[in-house]
């Protein structure tokens, strides 16, 4: 196999909630594989992040919120006028309440339904429908082990509260949302998966909370937390010509989490 396909020398890459996490993180790795990377975050924290780089890089950092729809086609359109249709496409954005079964309200549900499912939903069908008008696109969505499972009790803990309820549900739509979107455009050459990270708890959790990331550790079939650069590199390696015949897929990178 040619060492090409697992490049991404020159391609144009749009990654929505570039300047979080997991999204700084992947961003990084696929500018460092030679995309052209668009980084779109809310307000200033693409911008932010992108002038905090010490080196070279071809990252350009732009504003949105993916929930707001409107703003959404008309930043797509906007943005194929200014650079092209992208080869690739990257959703790391989310939403979630963080609050109880019993605290959550029908208005809190819906509005995590819109900007979690409508709102993914309308930025993919945007995108991709150009993609698929060029003959050629990967995009990756990502849902979580929670769209798979339940979260785990006694992981949990006080204060720990368990991950929603909403949000689960709400990750468990984006799977069968890459499904579809990856039947639907199959003979345009656009591809549709998903990746479902595992316990990636922020810098911040990991800090105050030690106890919390021991139990997530030992709930681990490796026995430990993810690290973003795994998450990087999954981003890459479904954006790559080495995943040209994958579509449809979901893509577990959670250290064996769902495996019991």
């Not at 309820?165 to 709400?170: I, T």
């Not at 590199?233 to 250290?255: E, K, P, Q």
């Amino acid at each position: 196999m040619k060492k090409t396909i697992f490049t991404l020398q020159d391609k144009s890459i749009w990654v929505f909630g570039g300047a979080g996490y997991l999204g700084q993180a992947t961003v990084l790795l696929l500018q460092e594989m030679g995309a052209k990377v668009l980084c779109i975050d809310l307000g200033n924290r693409a911008k932010q992040f992108v002038e905090s780089l010490s080196t070279p890089h071809q990252v350009i950092p732009e504003t949105l919120d993916v929930s707001d729809v409107v703003h959404v086609k008309q930043f797509v359109v906007r943005q194929i006028q200014i650079g092209g249709i992208p080869d690739g496409m990257v959703n790391l954005t989310f939403s979630s309440t963080a609050k109880t079964l019993e605290e959550l309200s029908e208005e809190d549900f819906d509005k995590v339904n819109h900007n979690g499912i409508t709102a993914s939903f309308v930025l993919a069908r945007e995108v991709g429908t150009a993609m698929a008008q060029a003959g050629h696109g990967s995009i990756v969505l990502f849902s979580s082990m929670y769209g798979q499972v339940s979260p785990y009790p006694e992981v949990y803990e006080a204060p720990m509260n368990k991950n929603p309820v909403e949000y689960g549900m709400g990750k468990a739509a984006i799977i069968q949302m890459a499904r579809y979107l990856a039947v639907h455009w199959g003979k345009q050459n656009v591809r549709c998966n998903c990746i479902s990270p595992g316990p990636f708890p922020y810098p911040k959790v990991q800090q105050s909370y030690p106890d919390f990331v021991a139990r997530l550790d030992e709930k681990s079939p490796m026995g430990r937390i993810g690290h973003p650069g795994e998450i990087a590199g999954a981003v890459a390696f479904l954006l790559s010509d080495a995943t040209s015949y994958i579509t449809g897929h979901n893509l577990a990178v959670d250290g064996g989490w769902t495996c019991w």
